[in-house]
């Protein structure tokens, strides 16, 4: 029996991280969760997405990162610790979390000292 509205397509696949998940949990060891899909585009412009599933790196903060270019893959030659990571994540997180309440306190009436 032939396929109904059978088409021959052209396209191409690859496998891409999705998300990053950063778990900290307090009193418990930190990992990385790297949520991981295939992309499947076809040359008549639609794309469809599978989930893969994890990829769990648990935080060590000596462990070494070769540092690569994003765009081509290739590696820069500089390192990074998950330490340093952390530390850029951590500054980000704070450096976020005080404007965010530095924005809410000029929200805020003023207040009076005295009685009316």
Excluded at 7 to 20: A, D, I, S, Y
Excluded at 96 to 108: F, Q
């Amino acid at each position: 029996m032939a396929n109904y509205k059978e088409t021959t397509l052209e396209g191409n696949t690859w496998q891409r991280c999705k998300q990053v998940v950063i778990e900290n949990p307090l009193g418990k060891p930190a990992l990385v969760r790297f949520d991981e899909e295939k992309m499947i585009s076809m040359s008549v412009g639609a794309q469809v997405r599978r989930d893969l599933g994890s990829l769990v790196l648990p935080f060590t903060p000596s462990a070494v990162i070769e540092l690569r270019d994003f765009e081509t893959g290739e590696f820069t030659g500089e390192t990074v610790t998950h330490g340093d990571v952390y530390n850029i994540l951590y500054s980000a997180y704070l450096g976020a979390a005080m404007a965010r309440d530095d924005a809410a306190k000029s929200t805020e009436e003023p207040t009076t000292g005295g009685a009316e």
